[in-house]
């Protein structure tokens, strides 16, 4: 029997990056970066006189407020969202308004802005929706070189000649063949069974086809270090998010609350908590801050909120074995990118392609599975538990108000992150036995964001987003 092996590891579905959108932004100035390399690849860098940009679809119609202008012309410079920070940012963007121009690749200066992009917001490409084009033009005029990428979600790119089995940008080194193959819930747990491992073993075991433990561990450090420093930097800011709706930064307020009334991390006030990780993260993003997708930026809150849960509210936590704490950490987060995996794999974590299951779903059925290893679920409890999860979060519609990825994103998050602790205690309480698959809830999610209308694919022409006034 023949087993497609996952298409994502751990490292390539969490990622660092800048917000507010890791299709609208961190894919997208990818994508810029990408192009700007290709000319420089072919010695064609000099002889660009300027770069046309059009961008079709829901990157076109919230691409103002998810940052994905800027973010192109960041990538047209050569910047990428794991490395520069939010200071450089504005310092970059401040000097390409000042100047008019782009440094291409890092180094060609061309003519480049925002108000010389051709939006398409009604053009619907028919591989993906989030479609953005560019072309290279000498001083007479004649095309360089041109080219056409689909941010299809959670930061990953795909060229137009390219299949989408693949990120255009992963590097050969993530593409080995995993020892304990799978693409679906059915072969995860088979793998699971013949082998005698849980999920996040066999997770483990195909990731060391990549790379060596002590990176492995690094990796997942890294992961966990990114997520606590994006709450560290949330609850240190006061005032309102910026882009226009005055959304008030609420992660500040509530940390100051909580460290008054639960200086010891009462279990009681475990829910406030979770809620407090869940916006903490999400305002951050919403701010342009740096976060992990986890899957998506838009829901990257989920992910760091069920994990803080599992560090401080689980029989797990209060073991004083030396490096337990590193064992939840880890065990949790490959079990959750094992799930994550498979929704890449089989369906999409693209609001802009299956609306807001597809990234908040998602992420609460990782953090669910995540959960439930944790607690001490077999495999098929960890299947439930992310078969739950997804399953009270299909038919979710992305309708952000505005176009800005913050109502109802950021309170979203929280809930989901509950929702997600919830199916995990749901799945422990049973024998894993349950009458829904993973498998079949996936697919589920992938047949209603096909049947889903447009307007209620991130690109705020539904929904809240027509709803609700914005003042």
């Not at 890449?344 to 959960?371: F, P, T």
Request: a negative charge.
């Amino acid at each position: 029997m023949t087993h497609a092996q996952p298409i994502v590891g751990v490292f390539d579905l969490f990622t660092v990056g800048i917000g507010p959108s890791s299709s609208h932004t961190v894919g997208p100035m990818k994508a810029a970066a990408d192009f700007a390399a290709s000319l420089e690849a072919r010695d064609a860098l000099p002889r660009v006189s300027t770069v046309r940009v059009e961008i079709f679809g829901s990157l076109a119609a919230t691409g103002a407020g998810h940052g994905t202008f800027t973010a192109v012309l960041l990538g047209l410079t050569g910047a990428r969202s794991d490395e520069i920070t939010p200071d450089e940012v504005t310092a970059r963007l401040d000097e390409i308004t000042r100047t008019g121009t782009v440094e291409l690749g890092g180094r060609h200066p061309v003519p480049c802005a925002v108000e010389d992009f051709i939006l398409r917001p009604l053009t619907i490409h028919p591989r993906h929706p989030n479609a953005l084009s560019f072309t290279a033009v000498d001083a007479a005029g004649d095309e360089l070189a041109t080219q056409t990428y689909f941010s299809v979600g959670g930061g990953f790119i795909v060229r137009e000649d390219e299949d989408e089995d693949e990120d255009a940008t992963s590097a050969p080194t993530t593409r080995c063949d995993p020892p304990l193959p799978f693409s679906s819930g059915a072969e995860l747990l088979a793998r699971c069974e013949e082998a005698g491992l849980a999920v996040s073993e066999v997770m483990r075991e195909n990731e060391r086809a990549r790379r060596s433990d002590d990176e492995i561990h690094a990796g997942l450090r890294h992961i966990w270090d990114v997520m606590e420093s994006s709450v560290r930097s949330s609850v240190g800011r006061d005032g309102v998010l910026p882009g226009g709706l005055k959304v008030r930064r609420r992660a500040g307020a509530w940390a100051a609350r909580l460290a008054a009334e639960d200086p010891d991390h009462g279990h009681e006030h475990w829910q406030q908590r979770v809620n407090l990780i869940a916006l903490a993260v999400n305002e951050e993003n919403a701010s342009g801050g740096r976060v992990v997708t986890a899957p998506t930026n838009g829901a990257a809150g989920i992910v760091p909120a069920v994990l803080y849960y599992a560090l401080h509210y689980t029989p797990a936590a209060t073991s004083s074995r030396e490096g337990a704490r590193e064992d939840i950490i880890e065990r949790f987060l490959l079990t959750a990118a094992a799930v994550g995996s498979l929704y890449k794999a089989n369906a999409s974590i693209s609001g802009a392609e299956v609306g807001c299951q597809g990234e908040v779903g998602s992420a609460s059925s990782m953090a669910a599975a995540g959960l439930a290893e944790i607690l001490g679920g077999t495999p098929r409890q960890v299947e439930n538990a992310a078969e739950i999860a997804m399953e009270h979060n299909l038919g979710l519609t992305c309708d952000p108000i505005g176009g800005l990825v913050q109502v109802p994103c950021i309170e979203r998050n929280a809930i989901a992150a509950s929702k997600a602790i919830n199916a995990a205690r749901m799945a422990l309480w049973g024998d894993g036995e349950h009458r829904v698959s993973l498998d079949q809830v996936i697919a589920t999610m992938r047949d209603t964001g096909a049947d889903m209308s447009d307007k209620y694919k991130e690109t705020a022409q539904g929904g809240l987003a027509v709803n609700v006034v914005e003042c």
